[in-house]
Antibody, heavy 116, light 113 residues
Framework: QVQLVESGGGLVKPGGSLRLSCAAS????????MSWIRQAPGKGLEWVSY????????NDADSVKGRFTISRDNAKNSLYLQMNSLRAEDTAVYYC?????????WGQGTLVTVSS | DVVMTQSPLYLPVTLGQTASISCRSS???????????LNWFRQRPGQSPRRLIY???NRDSGVPDRFSGSGSGTDFTLKISRVEAEDAGVYYC??????????FGQGTKLEIK
């Protein structure tokens, strides 16, 4: 069965960095676009980034452009999100999801808290 | 950004009755390939979102046929017939047609009375 397991979240100070990982299993990872989507505490869902199956295409929301970088390693069935220059408003649960236009499977999420 | 507007934001429904959620987009969601990338998700407390419907009206595997999606262009509806206790949660519509970025509605909290 499809499984997506995020890790790497935690508490970080404003201006700091964090790298999130998502381990995928149960499907041919290299066949699928992948995405990061976040949810601030008690709020709705916000798209962050997506990446094509072979990393040819990457797109970021304006709110994270220039600060976050999505990447993947198909040999390791893993998706990553490098987050730099973190701000308080980046505090959220970060979900990895399979697909982009129609994300069908989501992980359980990892919480990132940006606070001094 | 394409704005997705859901209504109502809170929907109390009696067991066995029908629930209907509206989702309107600020632009047409018809993509250049002819498809309309409109999805519906449900999120239960403490859980990640689960996709229920894609391309307006296609149910995901395991989703009861009590759930149906309809609409076109900028106006979409999720209908849940014969509401059950397990249907409680927050429902989101999401457009995957226009980037940047793909966008979600604000969410509709379905409460079962």
């Amino acid at each position: 069965q499809v499984q997506l397991v995020e890790s790497g979240g935690g508490l970080v100070k404003p201006g700091g960095s964090l790298r999130l990982s998502c381990a995928a299993s149960g499907f041919t990872f290299s066949d699928f676009y992948m995405s990061w989507i976040r949810q601030a505490p008690g709020k709705g869902l916000e798209w962050v980034s997506y990446i094509s199956s072979s990393s040819t295409y990457r797109n970021d929301a304006d709110s994270v452009k220039g600060r976050f970088t999505i990447s993947r390693d198909n040999a390791k069935n893993s998706l990553y999100l490098q987050m730099n220059s973190l701000r308080a408003e980046d505090t959220a649960v970060y979900y990895c999801a399979r697909g982009s236009r129609e994300p069908d499977y989501w992980g359980q999420g990892t919480l990132v808290t940006v606070s001094s | 950004d394409v704005v997705m507007t859901q209504s109502p934001l809170y929907l109390p429904v009696t067991l066995g009755q029908t629930a209907s959620i509206s989702c309107r987009s600020s632009q047409s969601l018809v993509y250049s390939d002819g498809n309309t990338y409109l999805n519906w998700f449900r999120q239960r407390p403490g859980q990640s979102p689960r996709r229920l419907i894609y391309k307006i009206s296609n149910r995901d595997s395991g989703v009861p046929d009590r759930f149906s999606g309809s609409g076109s262009g900028t106006d979409f509806t999720l209908k849940i017939s014969r509401v059950e206790a397990e249907d409680a949660g927050v429902y989101y519509c999401m457009q995957g047609t226009h980037w940047p970025p793909y966008t979600f509605g604000q969410g509709t909290k379905l409460e079962i009375k």
